[in-house]
């Protein structure tokens, strides 16, 4: 049996199922070495909670598809013959020159809806349509003169806030969804939250005439 | 009916049947999406990088040769992905636990991990402190530790996927768990 105390190395391994007569035989007579065996035991247990980790939304996907289907077409306009491709630059271009005055009309949303101006709470301007977009895991299930309602998950709902810049007094978060937990002695605790459940929220706006 | 394996999916994408990848997205998804939040440390970007690997994967997938796993081809392309990621960015924030709870506006307690190691406690709170301390490892170290204890490759496929030799995958995961043991136990975790 081995007599000097194991590294850390050789522990941390041993942890990993490098397992040898040897080790196994000193861990159980070596207190030592027991406790820091123990130790990484709960080190790893703490970093595998990423586990529980998981992606909820079949919308990820969808985009992905999405965004792959989008490269196969622009791939196979690639291939189109020489004038074909000349005439394709042409439409592209004039394509961009829209898309470019569009940005700078009044409407340039797909649902004909105007333009959402979010300035007198911050300095985004959106289109309906661009609004849309951001929100792969999410709806507008409202559309009011002045207020948007929206669902998305939790995750989402911070992610937008972030990016339009929306600070908390001009938000409204209707179903706040912290979670109650159990800790190990069986006590409810305040839990976090979970940032794939749905929440539905509102958000003032301006629309641009 | 049998699942299709990695290989046989991707020969079907590569024939033309590119919804099939659907296939892959689903089973590899999850793997990613984990790695992302414990290498960049925030979920928000997480689901965005993660379907930039997945679109990036594909526009390679004809340059699979099949010498190594897919999973093992596929990480490669994760880890360079978040490398990338983290440079464009610039460093990313230190972040301590007491650091994390501040922004929601509930008061909140963090799981007590004491004990509770045979029991299957795993919270939002528990996986959300994993991602802040992990974020205070250097990125070889945190690399090493999450695909071993959260995507649970062997030693063998972190050196494929790393490119780095088997004692160096070692070291890196050693020291990143003695690292993140220490801050653990120096707050009374473990």
Sequence with gaps: MRNEHMTFGEISAYSDGHKTDDFSSHLKKCAKCSAVFSE????????????????????????????????????????????AAAAFLVILFSGLVNEDNEKVGTDISVNNSPILDYSHVTDE????????????AGKIISDSDDTLIIESTYSEY??????????????????????????????????????YKRVVYSIKVVREK | MTEKSDLEIIESVVKGKV???????????DKIFRYVCGYCGSEEDAMEIS??????????????????????????????HCRNHIRKKGRIKKISISDLYDDSGADYEIPDL?????????????????????????DDYREAVILCDVEEM????ISEA????????????HRGREMLRKRLSDRGYV
């Design chain 2, 154 to 157: 062997s030693y063998d496929d």
């Design chain 2, 51 to 80: 379907q930039d690997i997945l679109v990036a994967a594909y526009a390679s997938l004809s340059k699979f040769r099949g010498e190594a796993k897919f999973s093992t081809w596929l990480f490669s392309i994760m880890i360079n």
């Design chain 1, 40 to 83: 990484i035991k709960k080190t790893k247990k703490f970093t595998s909670s990423l586990k529980t980790l998981q992606i909820e939304s079949d919308l990820f996907d969808a985009e992905i598809m999405r965004r792959i289907n989008k490269r196969r077409l622009f791939k196979k306009r690639h291939i189109l013959p020489l004038s």
């Design chain 2, 19 to 29: 919804n099939d990848y659907a296939l892959l997205v689903k089973r590899y998804r």
């Design chain 1, 125 to 136: 301007v959106v289109s309906s349509g661009e609004l849309k977009s951001m929100l792969t």
């Design chain 1, 158 to 195: 911070k992610a937008l806030m972030k990016r339009l810049s929306i600070p908390e007094e001009n938000r409204y978060l209707k179903s706040f969804n912290a979670m109650h937990l159990s800790n190990d002695k069986g006590d409810t605790v305040k839990g976090g939250t979970d940032p």
């Design chain 2, 114 to 138: 004491r004990g509770s190691v045979e029991e299957d406690l795993v919270t939002s709170e528990t996986y959300k402190a994993a991602m802040a301390e992990l974020l205070n490892l250097p």
């Design chain 2, 162 to 173: 790393l490119s780095i030799s088997m004692s160096n995958v070692k070291i890196r995961i």
